[in-house]
């Protein structure tokens, strides 16, 4: 073997120890949003941000198409529900981990994104300080929530729902109760329309209730929503 071979030889075997970069898809609606983010992942040694997204539908096309090592996507996106495609993309790209990133703090929105199949929920107000650990513990398989939002959640566990209904079905129908229409409510739970009939069909059929008065009788019943609570049809 020449010297030249035992040079080539060597370079190989460093290039083949040297740490895989992890390759990441960055899904935000807002390109000032995303700029600043790229800008934070980029600076970052073995971070590489493969693709950019601005709504659901392509954040999904990139990540089938990249298979990248970690999903970075925001909660509240055009072309469908965040929530609801997380499991679709989990299906579609086994390999890929995900991480939201939100400015929702409620732990409800947290529990679900995490139990969909995210390892990591971090809040858009502390991006800066945690979005690279949370990047960085998703690629290697391990989960990150927001500190404050998790103690929170240890805190506050949630109540058990009454009468067989989900936690999103009560979430649901205190919205119901409070005078929202399903458009309203699914922008504010991130679901699709769609998705909140199908809920009101189910929590109707389990309370064996149908008008919207008797929905709202049945909450404040069940103290899901104050007494002064009122609404619009």
Same mark, same amino acid.
């Given at each position: &073997?020449?010297?030249?071979?035992?040079?080539?030889?060597?370079? @190989?075997?460093?290039?083949?120890? @040297?740490?895989?970069?992890?390759? !990441?898809?960055?899904?935000?609606? *807002?390109?000032?949003?995303?700029?600043?983010?790229? &800008?934070?992942?980029?600076?970052?040694?073995?971070?590489? #941000?493969?693709?950019?997204?601005?709504?659901?539908?392509?954040?999904?096309?990139? #990540?089938?198409? *990249?298979?990248?090592?970690?999903?970075?996507?925001?909660?509240? &996106?055009?072309?469908?529900?965040?929530?609801?495609? !997380?499991?679709?993309?989990?299906?579609?790209?086994?390999?890929?981990?995900?991480?939201? $990133?939100? &400015?929702?703090?409620?732990?409800?929105?947290?529990?679900?994104? $995490?139990?969909?199949?995210?390892?990591?929920?971090?809040?858009?107000? @502390?991006?800066?300080?945690?979005?690279?650990?949370?990047?960085?513990?998703?690629?290697?398989?391990?989960?990150?929530?927001?500190?404050?939002?998790?103690?929170?959640?240890?805190?506050?566990?949630?109540?058990?729902?009454?009468?067989?209904?989900?936690?999103?079905?009560?979430?649901?129908?205190? $919205?119901?109760?409070?005078? *929202?229409?399903?458009?309203?409510?699914?922008?504010?739970?991130?679901?699709?329309?769609?998705?909140?009939?199908? *809920?009101?069909?189910? !929590?109707?059929?389990?309370?064996?209730?149908?008008?919207?008065?008797?929905? #709202?009788?049945?909450?404040?019943?069940?103290?899901?929503?104050?007494?002064?609570?009122?609404?619009?049809?």
């Amino acid at each position: &073997m020449s010297e030249g071979d035992v040079t080539t030889a060597d370079e @190989a075997a460093a290039e083949s120890s @040297a740490p895989e970069s992890i390759r !990441i898809v960055l899904a935000d609606d *807002h390109g000032v949003v995303r700029s600043g983010l790229r &800008m934070l992942l980029d600076s970052e040694d073995g971070f590489e #941000v493969v693709a950019e997204a601005s709504d659901v539908e392509s954040a999904r096309r990139f #990540v089938r198409g *990249h298979h990248p090592k970690v999903l970075v996507l925001d909660l509240n &996106m055009p072309g469908g529900s965040s929530l609801e495609a !997380i499991p679709l993309i989990r299906q579609e790209s086994p390999a890929t981990q995900i991480v939201v $990133l939100t &400015m929702q703090q409620e732990p409800a929105f947290a529990r679900e994104a $995490l139990a969909a199949g995210a390892l990591g929920y971090v809040l858009k107000e @502390a991006a800066d300080d945690e979005l690279v650990e949370a990047v960085r513990r998703a690629a290697a398989g391990e989960s990150y929530l927001n500190p404050r939002l998790g103690a929170r959640i240890a805190s506050e566990p949630p109540p058990g729902p009454p009468d067989d209904l989900s936690e999103r079905e009560v979430d649901v129908l205190r $919205l119901i109760a409070l005078g *929202h229409t399903n458009a309203e409510i699914a922008e504010q739970l991130y679901l699709s329309v769609r998705t909140v009939e199908t *809920h009101r069909s189910h !929590i109707q059929q389990k309370l064996r209730l149908s008008s919207r008065a008797e929905l #709202v009788g049945y909450a404040l019943d069940r103290g899901l929503i104050g007494g002064d609570s009122g609404g619009g049809s």
